[in-house]
């Protein structure tokens, strides 16, 4: 018996042998797996300086004055978050789902992956949260070639449990939702919930949360824009784990996973979305600053689309939602009789000029378009590229009820884009620069030039202020001293020009004697005109210059007709200066630069300069008074005038509080503003079309109280509207000891509140 014992142990012993010895070999094979691949053997593994500073491409925020984020620039729309500000039920709805036993494992889950590998795979995931955060940060999606896979794995596991190590399961949490892409723009939790809900993490609801978690699985497959049904079905799933790890009562459950998915879809791009003209600003402004400001440490220039800058503009996001609605809502209506007025019109939307003058303007388009420089690239004759412009092809173009699919050839849509109204727009506070409203034209996408920094247009009757005020303060006139409004002559070689000058006011009437305040209310041609033969040119052109114009006005007479291309952003600097008593503050649009770690990278420095007395300043506020008095800016208090008029501006706007404001109109109606302040707050607007030879008929409808005016009466509605923002109806501070007379004799109503604005009859080159 012993001896069969003996045998049986004999004939086993080389089966034990090799199996000790398989396992030995296998464990050991294994092992040193790993550490071929930590040490980096099967391809680089991640520095501790790596691991503790994992590359990512964070968006740049632009972050306004009232602590919104405006827009962003990124190759990724990716903005960290801190767990803090992550809602309770996301994270239980992504443990619950993702990694039941995330705080019991130290990186790698041996119990799901033995589940796994029992399974082939084909029940369960071996990947905790930490595993998949790896393959994220480091090597992204998971090979399909089963070799290379099992080597990726081993990394994942590598890094995961260093992860662990390195950072807290609170961080990991944090940085697993920063990096995920949701798809649609939307990378990281942040930028998922402002592009589908507009909202922040902490503002998501339960089912919203879990709509998010579901998506993780497969973000293109459970994408809300194209596979609905598909989405609440996985969010739905999501719910059910959360019941199962006791985060939702069976009540809770069957209650959100019953709610609809209500998407308030607002993709993040960068010619959509708020302040589009001034984000394309700051990105010049920001290209230009980062090549003058090197990175102290490592030297280089900073990247605006993967540094993760913060950038703190002086934008007040609620007033430029204000701003853009009130352009919307009056340009739309405006559009609507310009297109009816040139219905007759064969040459629309051009008026006197040529057929050659209308097929060059045509054909600078053509060659300024982006359809040109692409063909020219590629090597294509001019004659082929024009012969393109007259092929028709679907297109999507542009209109005031939305974008509409059409089909038209590329010269159509050309002539058709030139019968649009454009517009600048830009308001500021007077005593410390900053910019608070940007609007650059009416749509970024199809419209891209900024008629607020970039484009100088003629300003009409806006430029005399700066002609009154020059008399008052070299003249020591006051607003209450007279003049003759009479017929005038300013003979040939006075001031150098070459031939007699006899401006003449549009309406053919002269008033006689009338007050330097009734002369500016009404914008009488022939009152500028002699205040300028008083002071001279030069005066008049070194005064703008000290009010920040940047222009290369002439010094000729004309220009006190208003002759003169500026910009809106100019424009509103020097009108500012007067409702900051004669103290000039330059433009400000950002406040400072932080790094993504909140090291402050700039700050701006104030740059004023005194250029008129308090009181020569004062004195043009109560000119500008009497224009929103009596003159042509009545309309922001009464308002008047027939059916149509009243269906395109949205009078009356029944303002109260004292205003100063100019309107403006430049020759042939080509041009109108309307440039108006409180204490607080200088707003310029101008309205026009791209080409000046595209305008209205009538002074009516193409002039600055009809045009421009309406867009700042309804912006300030909507700002008084908000109490938070605290925009003054006080009076302007008088200075003490005013030795200039302000207080003239004032008609106790409006005589003529649909007062027409006098257009330039001057126009001379530069």
Known sequence: MAQNNKNQKEDFSPYVKKF?????????????????????????????DELENPNSNVATEIISSDGETIGKFYLENRTPIKYADLPDH??????????????EHSGIDSRGTLRAVLSFGGSGGASTLTQQLAKLLFHGEGSKFL??????????????????????????????????DFVNTAVGIRSAAKVYFGKEPKDLTVDE?????????????????????????????????????????????EYYQNQPIVLK???????????????????????KWVKE?????????????????????????????????AVDEHLANLQEEFFIQQQKNENAPFINITSDETRKIIERSMKNSERWRIMSEKGISEDQIKKSFDVKAKMSIFTWKGEKDTIMTPRDSIIYY?????????????????????????????????????????????????????????????????????????????????????PKNSSGNYRGLVT????????????????????????????????GVSSNIPERPAIALGAVEITVSDMVAAYSTFANQGVYMKPQVITKIEDKNGVVLYESVPESKDVLSKDVSYAIIKLLEGVTESGSGARLRYGSGGPTYKRVTGLPYAFLNPIAGKTGTSQNNSDGWFIGMVPNLAMGVWVGNEDRSAHFKNTQMGQGATMALPIWGLFMKKCYADDKLNVSQKPFERPANLSIKVDCWAPKKVVDSLAVEEPTTEEFDF
């Open 20 to 48: 000790w010895k398989f396992f030995l070999y296998t464990f050991g094979g294994i092992i040193l797996f790993f550490l071929f691949a930590s040490w980096g053997l099967f391809g680089a593994m991640p520095s501790f």
């Open 90 to 103: 996301l994270v239980k709805a992504l443990i619950a789902t993702e990694d039941e036993r995330f705080y």
């Open 147 to 180: 070799p290379l896979r099992i080597v990726q794995k081993a990394k994942e596991w590598i890094i995961a449990t260093k992860l662990e190590r390195q950072y807290t399961k609170q961080e990991i949490i944090a940085m697993y939702l920063n990096k995920a």
């Open 209 to 253: 949360a879990a709509m998010f978690v579901g998506m993780l699985k497969n973000p293109w497959y459970f994408n809300p824009i194209r596979r609905m049904e598909k989405v609440k079905e996985r969010r739905n799933v999501v719910l059910r784990q959360m019941e199962k790890n006791d985060f939702l009562t069976k009540e809770k459950k």
């Open 265 to 287: 879809f607002t993709p993040e791009s960068h010619v959509e979305g708020k302040a589009t003209y001034f984000r394309e600003y700051l990105r010049g402004f920001m290209k």
């Open 293 to 325: 400001n090197p990175k102290k440490e490592g030297g280089g220039e900073y990247d605006i689309y993967r540094d993760g800058l913060k950038i703190y503009t002086t934008i007040d996001s609620r007033m430029q939602q204000y701003a853009e609605e």
């Open 418 to 502: 030139k019968h649009f109204l454009q517009t600048g727009v830009m308001a500021m506070e007077p005593h410390t620069g900053y910019v608070k409203v940007w609007v650059g034209g009416i749509n970024y996408k199809h419209f891209q030039y900024d008629h607020v920094a970039q484009g100088a247009r003629q300003v009409g009757s806006t430029f005399k202020p700066f002609v009154y005020a020059a008399a008052i303060e070299q003249l020591k006139m006051s607003p209450c001293d007279s003049i003759y409004d009479s017929p005038f002559t300013m003979p040939k070689g006075r001031y150098g020009i070459d031939a007699d000058w006899t």
């Open 516 to 547: 330097l305040k009734s002369a500016l209310a009404n914008s009488i041609n022939t009152v500028s005109a002699k205040l300028m033969d008083k002071v001279g040119p030069h005066a008049v052109v070194d005064l703008t210059k000290k009010l």
